[in-house]
């Protein structure tokens, strides 16, 4: 990726002689705001406000029921998905999740989730035989983090580096569609077989905004400065300041830039007790399916 942006006139820094007041990491949401990024910048500004917290493995796996996380560890407002299906990737995402959804896994997976489902209560019919009602599965209305654990059925994972550098890489990168289906299901015998036709779905964005690195490495996030964004770092690149905008005294000439990390933030981290972490939900996208879909599943 090219270096984007270049030097520009007194106008655009405060300058102190013939310098600026150099380019720190909580200069990042300001540069993003410049571009048009908002969703980014929004999110990151919430992660410098955050009290300092670490998430977990097992929350960033989504190895946790989703309803137990804590208010400071969520966030379920800041990216919608009327703003996600303004990019192309997302789109073709959820067209893919439509003609691809109900794969063996995603079978499979729907048979637990009716298994562990509130269905009613059997009743004694006129030929004194136990039946289970009718009965719906699954609530699109419900909030998001209950669908999560109630009636999503698959997932199809968007990003990538050959992406182009835009609000969504900026605020999320990569991340995971899914996809949630409710419907009535029939009980067809007393053997476990059920038809259950689905009527509805809904897609939703979930995500991870976090900095904490898995390998070796730290996770490179490009080259920053007033003006500046790229995704190739030089060598020769020096490492952003990580402190805070209001006790930066050093100067630089405009025009510098900084390579940044996964790192950078976790030395914020330590040195401010600022810096948390948190799970993305979107709101959900709903479909009304003119003709259900139809499957016999046995549980």
């Not at 410098?48 to 989504?62: E, I, Q, T």
């Not at 009535?184 to 009527?199: A, F, P």
């Not at 730290?218 to 790229?230: A, E, R």
Request: glycine share 6%; charged share 30%; with cysteine.
């Amino acid at each position: 990726m090219a270096w984007q942006g270049g030097r520009h006139g007194p106008e655009d820094f405060k300058k102190v002689g013939n310098k600026i007041r150099r380019f720190t990491i909580e200069d990042i949401p300001d540069e993003m705001t410049r571009r048009g990024w908002f969703v980014g910048a929004a999110l990151m500004q919430r992660w410098f406000r955050n009290n300092r917290s670490v998430m977990s493995p097992l929350v960033k796996a989504a190895k946790v029921d989703a309803r137990s996380l804590k208010l400071h560890e969520v966030d379920e407002k800041i990216v919608t998905m009327a703003w996600a299906m303004k990019f192309q990737r997302v789109i073709d995402g959820m067209n893919s999740l439509r003609a691809n959804w109900s794969s063996a896994e995603a079978k499979k997976h729907l048979i637990d989730l009716l298994i562990k489902s509130n269905k009613p209560a059997p009743v004694v019919n006129k030929d004194g035989k136990k039946i289970i009602p009718q009965w719906r599965f699954g609530s699109l209305p419900l909030p998001v983090r209950d669908i999560e654990e109630t009636c999503q059925v698959n997932y199809f994972k968007i990003g990538s580096w050959h992406d182009p550098l835009d609000d969504f890489s900026a605020a999320l990168f990569r991340c995971t569609l899914k996809i949630a289906v409710t419907g009535i299901v029939e009980h067809l015998d007393d053997q476990g077989n059920i038809r259950i036709k689905i009527d509805e779905r809904g897609f939703y964005i979930r995500d991870t905004y976090d900095f904490n690195d898995d390998g070796y490495i730290s996770q490179p996030l490009g080259v920053w400065g007033y003006h500046w964004m790229s995704r190739a770092i030089p060598l020769a690149s020096l490492p952003i300041s990580t402190k805070k905008k209001y006790d930066v005294m050093d100067l630089e000439f405009p025009g510098e830039a900084y390579r940044v990390t996964n790192e950078s933030f976790q030395e914020y981290r330590k040195k401010y007790a600022k810096g948390g972490d948190f799970v993305i939900y979107t709101d959900v996208y709903r479909e009304k399916l003119s003709s259900p879909i139809v499957l016999e599943l046995k549980l």
